[in-house]
């Protein structure tokens, strides 16, 4: 749990994006690493990025950490 007077940032959904470490006192940043499918929670197809691995099918990715869309490069 962050506290409110660590926050440096939030986005407009309310997700910190930028926050002080209460214990090193760091600067620390959000960003967006590991997705899964929005379908069922698994990961990528090992060869296309916007296939599921487990349901084989076309989705959207999440962020685990924060609900971002994964909107691809």
Same mark, same amino acid.
């Given at each position: 749990?962050?506290?409110?007077?660590?926050?440096?940032?939030?986005?407009?959904?309310?997700?910190?994006?930028?926050? &002080?470490?209460?214990?090193?006192? %760091?600067?620390?940043?959000? #960003? =967006?690493? *590991?997705?899964?499918?929005?379908?069922? $929670?698994?990961?990528?197809?090992?060869?296309?990025?916007? &296939?599921?691995?487990?349901?084989? %099918?076309?989705?959207?990715? #999440? =962020?685990? *950490?924060?609900?971002?869309?994964?909107? $691809?490069?």
């Amino acid at each position: 749990m962050i506290a409110e007077s660590n926050i440096i940032h939030l986005d407009s959904k309310g997700v910190i994006r930028k926050w &002080i470490d209460q214990e090193t006192g %760091d600067v620390m940043e959000h #960003e =967006c690493e *590991d997705f899964v499918s929005q379908c069922c $929670g698994a990961g990528r197809h090992e060869y296309v990025d916007t &296939i599921c691995a487990q349901c084989l %099918d076309h989705t959207g990715f #999440e =962020c685990i *950490d924060c609900d971002e869309l994964d909107v $691809g490069n």
